[in-house]
């Protein structure tokens, strides 16, 4: 699995935009997997790239509108999913068995299942982490990709210590899952400060995911 996971969530608006970031990109295609807006899901195909869906619907098919099932996403050549982001969790207040379900309509299609798990502000205050931790997990296949994202990160330019984050990292594969990314205020710089650690298989980006600038720097940095 490629280290660098691209989630460009809804900040492209146009085709226009998707081009120029591929025409600036298109040669390091090789070494990420991005994750777009439902309706540019196609043109990154076409070009070759690996791609992952947002979300996924917890039905495998039916009345459901404004769902997109795990099955037409397979057939159109997507490889992963997102599953309970923190933005999505909030949203749409998913249960755990939404959750639970969601991965196993991906995993019956053979889809590769990266799911976001991660604590508030005031669950890290009242050191509810591994609390956190063990209730998102709860239920979920061994077999899928973990992504921890601590929520009051995401966007503020701020990560756990180092040692905060290994200590994370052990203890959800401690609880056999294999992979496992970080997530929030992932950049050049946040990259280049964990990127030999131990146990750490590779970083979900948000924001910094579209700009080429930054992409082209990342994926420098990961090769050094």
Known sequence: ?????LNQ???????????????????????????PSNIYLENYIKKGYKVGCQDVSDYKSGPHTGEVCAKALKDLG??????????????????QDVIVSKTRRCLEEGLNVILCIGESLKEKEQMQIFKVIDDELKG???SIIISYEPIWSIGSDLIPSFEEIMDIISYIKSKGFKKVLYGGSINERTINELKDMKGLDGFLV???????????????????
């Not at 969530?9 to 994750?35: C, G, P, R």
């Not at 948000?206 to 050094?224: P, Q």
């Open 206 to 224: 948000g924001s910094a995911s579209v700009s080429f600038e930054n992409v082209i720097k990342m994926i420098e940095v990961l090769s050094e």
């Open 78 to 95: 997507v490889s992963y999913v997102l599953v309970g982001h923190s933005e999505l969790r909030e949203k749409y207040k998913l249960s």
């Open 9 to 35: 969530k809804a900040y492209f608006t146009s085709l226009k935009e998707i081009e120029e970031f591929q025409n600036k990109i298109d040669k390091y295609k090789n070494s990420v997997i991005v994750i």
């Open 1 to 5: 699995m490629e280290r660098l996971v």
């Open 140 to 142: 979920v296949d061994k």
